[in-house]
């Protein structure tokens, strides 16, 4: 395993308002937030997380996920 994790230690104290991995986003579905990682970007519904992708899916809706 290659290590590149050779960042200062202080790196972390920084302010962190806006830290870009903390993005949340509302599922077009059920209007819950979830954080980005958790949601599926779709070309035509936007953001869904994995419970309304499944509804959708077993509807027989042709989902297009862009990520
Ligand atoms: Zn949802």
């Known amino acids: 395993m290659e290590d590149t994790n050779n960042k200062p230690v202080n790196a ?3 302010t962190n308002d806006s830290k870009p991995t903390d993005k ?3 599922c077009q579905w059920c209007n819950a937030l979830f ?3 958790e949601l599926h970007l779709e ?3 936007g953001f869904l997380c994995d419970h309304c992708i499944m509804a959708l ?3 027989g809706e042709n989902l297009i996920p862009m990520n």
């Open 43 to 45: 070309a035509d519904l």
């Open 24 to 26: 949340r986003h509302r």
């Open 57 to 59: 899916r077993s509807r």
């Open 35 to 37: 954080p980005e990682s």
């Open 12 to 14: 972390t104290l920084k």
